[in-house]
């Protein structure tokens, strides 16, 4: 028994069927997590193990918000950014930033497998504190493209392998597992913050302290005034320190916090993510 949806034909059991007639069929799979990707049509899923699958001579353009992490999981690809071709074998990969313009080229001979994670820093509010938050946003108003590629024999090469090779994406120490290699992959990447003017006192020690490791979600609870209270010093100085360290106005930053974690916790938009084409076909991995 079937219903029409939108001019598709919707199946109640799981059975072949061709939705793109010049596809290869080894790139549509039946399983229950595989997703179709029609043009146009968008997914992101924020700490979620995903496949991707791109047809021979097929190229892809990565469109995602956030950041992104990806290795070759079968097949040979063609790396290209900035002018550059880099050739990616199995295990080999990439870490992407919001802003980098690049394309991945498959092979002529063979379908191009790969596995990847997105990570959303607005969805972050409560591990990342105020200074990785300003530094990540720094990067970001200043367009700086990040992008880094590895290799399969490196160490961040291998912590993927291992961790692809696991089933239930989707678990809790899974999330966790991610989030830590995409950690530990953009520490370089990101460098060490600028150093901030030290007035040798132990007040701007105990301010750091407070403040430099203080969450994001923590940080949109507190005013002005209980900050200062904790550090027994006045408003007016509690606020120049933070200009000095972070380069922005305590207010403005305040009020960053709170939009993200407001935004963070809206229900998300259902063709909300990142743009594929008739090339791909995605899965999540289970």
Known sequence: MTRRLFGFCAIRRPVPFALFPNRDKSETRRSQSTFIIFPAMTVQRHLILQELTLRPSGEWTPQHRG????????????????????????????????????????????????QFFTVQPQYLAGLLSVAEWHQLEFTHDNLLPHVSVFTAGEIIGQKFSRLAAQTHSDALSMRCALLQLWVG??????GEPAASPDDGNKLRERFRQLVGQMPEAELAECSLSDLAAQLHC???????????????????????????????????PENGGAVANENLTLQSKT
Request: proline residues 2%.
């Open 185 to 190: 992959a953009i520490t370089d990447l990101l």
């Open 67 to 114: 950041w992104m992490v990806a290795r070759v999981a079968e097949g040979v690809g063609y790396w290209q950014h900035d002018g550059k071709v880099r050739e990616l074998h199995v295990g080999d990969g990439f870490v992407l930033g919001s802003n980098v313009s690049a394309l991945l080229r498959s092979s002529q001979l063979e379908l191009l497998k790969l």
């Open 234 to 268: 006045s408003e007016r100085h509690f606020s120049r320190m933070f200009r000095e360290e972070f380069g922005l106005p305590f207010q403005r930053v305040h009020r960053n916090s709170n939009s993200r974690i407001i935004n963070a916790t809206a229900p998300a």
